[in-house]
């Protein structure tokens, strides 16, 4: 069966940190693509960054360059997200998600996990 678990969510001050951890299971995690989406309430789901397993290769959207910081213990099958400086704007659901390649479109992502929210008090 195949799992993306996500953990680490919760409520903090703007300013302060996260670390959100993507736990993959059931698949073979080196030939997958891992991503981070959110979804703020009221608006549509977008990409916050990505890691290429194979080759560590990482992208990330402008809103969080600088801020966050994608990571991916291939031994564990766990992708890392470090957020830091967090601002109120960065409130919301946060998924993780696989897919073959870090470019394929949302809807081309095979896996999807839960969400964890993230929550951010100005």
């Known amino acids: 069966e195949v799992q993306l678990v996500e953990s680490g969510g919760g409520l903090v001050q703007a300013g302060g940190s996260l670390r959100l951890s993507c736990a993959a299971s059931g698949f073979t995690f080196d030939d997958y693509a891992i991503g981070w989406f959110r979804q703020a309430p009221g608006k549509e789901r977008e990409g916050v960054s990505c890691?290429?397993?194979?080759?560590?290769?990482?992208y990330y959207a402008d809103s969080v360059k600088g801020r966050f910081t994608i990571s991916s213990d291939n031994a564990k099958n766990t992708v890392y997200l470090q957020m830091n400086s967090l601002k109120p704007e960065d409130t919301a659901v946060y998924y993780c998600a696989a897919a073959r390649h870090c470019r394929l479109p949302e809807i081309e992502y095979d896996y999807w996990g839960q969400g964890t929210q993230v929550t951010v008090s100005s």
């Open positions: 890691i290429s397993s194979s080759d560590g290769s990482t």
